[in-house]
């Protein structure tokens, strides 16, 4: 069956009431998480993911998907109405788009933002249709080797690309893989690392973990600061966008969305990098590069073009390899592990129904989402007004109770806490979390993919470089630890 | 050279010897396969020679100074987070929803002085909000306390 048709048994299945619900929830929630500062998808997700215990995988993971992508949307809003970003991909919006509203434009710049989030989105699922197959299909030929130097290269990829410290980001990928070693040994069953405490027999669980490092990191970050700024109002009325708007918007939004996409299925680079690039870009194709930061409607189409393409992108290696390229995706394969289904390259084939339905769900819930961000734009504008203050108990509350659910014992609860200090630390030291949760995720798959490679072997090395998929991997992760050293070296140049 | 790239650095290489030292007693190679021990004992390597790394990376480039909180902001932090610590300390005698709601009004009242009513308000849709959906629609058997909440 060619991809189109399962495409169209895909959209068979969002086409249920509940489901629908599901991915208009999901979006919302999404919308709502990305313009509130402070808290961004990703932790949107962990703390939201309890609550799709009770529903079919499928409903679950199209949900968790709308508040990743959802959040994008959402991030415009404070950018441009409060200058400060709803979350880190939404950062380069600040620049031109809050200057638009300075000067009357703000309804303008949430337009073109929509509408080139929407292409973007729509073209990117569209890459996703086309791309993920054949790429899991050439991934079915992997073996043990290529999963261990795979999820290695997700760790290494995500440490030299996402940071501005490659040793940083690296001791962080370590961290998470040290943390994942707790509990007992995948292979002999022995238990390690638990230092006589019986509660870490069963290790560490990823949602606490996660819930700490993004929720309650985040939130004990933001109530740092006691002040809020008012957001500024837009009207319905101030959306519509000229002729010479949309002259100036339509090639950054292609190029935003061309760079997000490839931006977003490079493991590890994610949507805050695809967008940074694609407003780099985006002033460097300008005719008049001297309108940059001073309100350039072509400064905040390409920006949130890409961010959104690259979230979409970022699919295709969770859907393809199993290895998620950013937080959020990394968040969407915990999930997909706590609903009982393995990913990786037979995912496409093992749960098809649950991959086509998801793809067909980003269909759909990008259209919700451009009703939303376009007629009731200054609906969620309005949402920005209720102070941060009665927000932040709240998601501190609910983050508790998620990581109290996911076990039913207190452990996890502590287990949250300590990531939360952690997280804290993190943010304060610009440490990067991302590698962390990519690390906690990928360590199994790392682990027993190494131990099954070397027994193969009988300990040689040498498979590693036998076949050439495994050499070709190799040499990425090679190239992934190496690049940070030559770009250091061509900086200092 | 900041302490704020030494530490980090330093703490790793502690974990790094202190899995070394709990991995010790596990083997690292079984006959022709990989023991328990053989992960662990490599990231502990590999978090060796990132200390050194770190180290020789803060030596070269200039420290980015860090944005720690001014006083009263770390005090807001560190008491929310007490408050944070208090639900599973309180939870299994008041139960967990009652613990919760004295969070929010705690974190309300007392660290952001907010004012009554509202926070009132808050705790009470917060609250409901985890009682709809964990307990109502999900079924978490959340702890109880004596009031049977």
Redo the contacts between chains.
């Keep these: 069956m060619d991809s189109l048709q399962l495409l169209g048994q895909g959209f068979a299945t969002c086409f249920t009431p509940l489901n629908l619900l599901f991915i208009f929830v999901g979006v919302l929630i999404g919308q709502i998480i990305g313009a509130l500062p402070g808290i961004g998808p990703a932790a949107g997700m962990a703390l939201l993911l ?2 799709t ?2 529903v079919p995988p499928a409903t679950a993971i199209m949900m968790l998907a709308g508040i990743m992508y959802g959040g994008q949307y959402g991030g415009t809003l404070t950018s441009v109405l409060v200058n400060v970003p709803g979350e880190a991909a939404s950062v380069m919006t600040t620049l031109d788009g809050h200057q638009m509203a300075r000067q009357g434009r703000a309804g303008a710049a949430l337009s073109i933002a929509a509408i080139g989030s929407f292409i973007a989105g729509i073209g990117s699922v569209l890459a996703v249709v086309f791309v993920t197959p054949p790429l899991a299909a050439f991934a079915l030929k992997f073996n043990a080797p290529e999963y261990f130097l795979l999820a290695l290269l997700g760790i290494t990829a995500t440490a030299s690309l996402g940071s501005n ?1 490659p ?2 980001a ?2 962080g990928a ?2 998470g ?2 943390i994942a ?1 707790v509990g007992v ?1 995948p ?2 069953g ?1 238990p ?2 638990t ?1 006589g405490q019986q509660g870490l027999i069963e290790g560490i669980d990823f949602l606490p973990a996660a819930i700490g490092l993004f929720g ?1 990191a985040e939130v ?2 933001s ?4 002040e809020q700024a008012a957001p500024m109002r837009t009207r319905l009325r101030d959306m519509w966008l000229t002729a010479r708007d949309w002259a100036d918007g339509r090639l950054a939004i292609l190029r935003g969305g061309l760079i997000g996409f490839f931006i977003g299925v490079m493991p590890g680079a994610g949507p805050t990098i695809a967008s940074m690039l694609a407003y780099i870009a985006e002033k460097r194709f300008s005719k008049h590069p001297e309108r940059f930061g001073r309100g350039a409607i072509d400064g905040v189409a390409a920006p949130e073009a890409a961010n959104n393409a690259a979230s979409h992108g970022a699919c295709v290696p969770m859907l393809a390899l199993g290895i998620p390229g950013s937080a959020s995706t990394a968040v969407l394969l915990a999930a997909l592990i706590l609903h009982g289904i393995r990913p990786g390259p037979g995912l496409m084939t093992e749960q098809a129904t649950l991959v086509w339905a998801l793809i067909a769900s980003m269909f759909i819930g990008n259209l919700i989402l451009l009703v939303l961000n376009l007629p009731l734009a200054p609906l969620f504008a309005a949402l920005l007004r209720v ?1 941060y ?2 927000l ?3 998601i ?3 983050s ?2 998620g990581a ?2 996911s076990t ?1 014992a ?1 452990t996890n ?2 287990i949250a ?1 300590a990531f ?2 952690l997280g ?1 630390f993190m943010i ?4 990067p979390r991302a590698p962390l949760v990519l690390a906690l995720v990928l360590a199994p798959l ?2 027993s993919s ?2 099954q490679s ?2 193969l072997s ?2 040689s090395l040498g498979i590693f470089v036998e076949r050439p998929l495994s050499a070709a991997l190799l040499a990425c992760v090679a190239l992934s630890l190496l690049y940070p050293v030559y770009a250091a070296r061509r900086k200092v140049g | 050279m900041k302490k704020s790239d030494v530490v980090p650095a330093l703490l790793l290489l502690a974990l790094s010897g202190a899995i070394a030292f709990d991995t010790r007693r596990l083997s690292f190679w079984d006959d022709t396969t990989p023991g328990p021990a053989f992960v662990p004992v490599w990231l502990a390597v590999a978090g060796a020679v990132l200390f050194v790394l770190r180290l020789a990376e803060a030596h070269r480039m200039r420290a980015v100074p860090v944005e720690w909180p001014a006083r009263a902001a770390l005090v807001r932090v560190a008491t929310i987070f007490g408050g944070l610590v208090a639900v599973p300390l309180l939870a299994p005698w008041v139960g967990l929803v009652p613990a919760l709601a004295l969070l929010v009004l705690f974190v309300l009242l007392f660290v952001l002085r907010q004012a009554l009513r509202p926070s009132l308000a808050t705790a009470a849709i917060t609250v409901g909000l985890i009682y709809a959906i964990f307990v109502a629609w999900l079924g978490v058997p959340l702890p109880r306390g004596p009031l049977g909440l």
Excluded at chain 1, 223 to 226: A, H, T
Excluded at chain 1, 428 to 431: C, S
């Design positions: 309890p609550l215990y009770g410290s040793t940083k690296l001791m370590l961290l893989l040290m070693m040994d292979i002999q022995t390690r690392l230092f309650i004990l970050a109530l740092e600061r006691s102070r203050a009665y932040a108990p709240g501190l509350a609910i508790l109770v109290y659910a039913l207190y609860v502590w806490l939360g200090v804290w304060k030291l610009d440490f790392l682990e190494l131990r070397l027994l009988f300990g």
